[in-house]
């Protein structure tokens, strides 16, 4: 290669080094969320539940909680509820602390196991018969059952909530040309979309809190639970890019 040419190439590359590049622009976008949804009869039953052993020994403990399990699987097994249905969700051992005047200090003074569990009822009907079947037969601290949450719902949930998406995405679209129109510009084309997944179980909630353990010694009438529809909702957020 002559003198010319490397002087030549050595421009061209020169030159290539100095071209600035222009940064891109952020897109100007309008951010709107949509949604849709509809009511349908629940067909089953969550029971969101801890089962729990106290003592002063940890091994005790345990041993109160298994016996409680027990209780509750032999329940659930006369319910014929499926082995999927009948789902552990956590389990723990804790120390249990009172503070201590003198010490200025906290005291162990005991331990605790909980099993948080959910099972599911397909027949409704009989839930209140179930939740009197798993409540404890006399007053007792340091073993039973606590119930946290009930909850009515649909095993179809996904499918409706899926099917609740053209008309969500349609309302969200609705949204961005009102504040189009308002704002004097016009809209491009989507630059982003999310949609949820509706979450399993998560229909209509009553009774937080129950306490089922201190129920049936009180109580001599079958437990009844009602139910109404339940709302399915379809969300999604969109952001349309308009200049």
């Not at 009511?39 to 029971?47: A, E, G, K, S």
């Not at 499918?159 to 129109?181: P, T």
């Not at 306490?211 to 009180?218: E, G, P, V």
Request: net charge neutral; glycine share 6%.
């Amino acid at each position: 290669m002559n003198r010319f040419k490397l002087v030549l190439l050595g421009s061209l590359i020169l030159s290539s080094c100095n071209t600035v590049i222009p940064p891109q622009s952020e897109p100007q976008l309008i951010n709107t969320s949509g949604y849709a949804e509809k009511f349908i009869d629940p067909n089953m039953l969550v029971i969101s539940l801890e089962i729990f052993g106290k003592s002063e020994q940890a091994q005790l403990a345990q041993e109160l909680q298994a016996n409680e399990y027990a209780r509750i699987k032999t329940a659930v097994e006369t319910f014929k509820i499926k082995k999927e249905d009948f789902i552990t969700e956590n389990m723990t051992l804790n120390p249990e602390y009172r503070y201590d005047e003198k010490t200025q200090s906290q005291k162990t003074v005991g331990f605790k196991v909980s099993h948080q569990m959910r099972i599911i009822i397909r027949e409704i009907k009989k839930s209140g018969e179930f939740i009197d079947a798993i409540s404890s037969a006399s007053k007792i601290d340091h073993a039973g059952v606590n119930i946290s949450s009930i909850a009515w719902d649909n095993d179809t949930r996904k499918e409706v909530s899926e099917s609740l998406i053209s008309d969500a995405v349609a309302d969200a679209r609705k949204k961005a040309d009102l504040l189009a129109r308002a704002a004097d510009v016009k809209i491009q084309g989507v630059h982003s979309i999310n949609y949820v997944e509706p979450s399993f179980g998560g229909g209509r909630e009553v009774n937080g809190g129950y306490r089922a353990k201190m129920m049936a010694a009180d109580v001599s009438a079958p437990t009844e639970l009602s139910s109404g529809a339940i709302k399915i909702r379809a969300d999604v957020s969109i952001q349309y890019k308009v200049d």
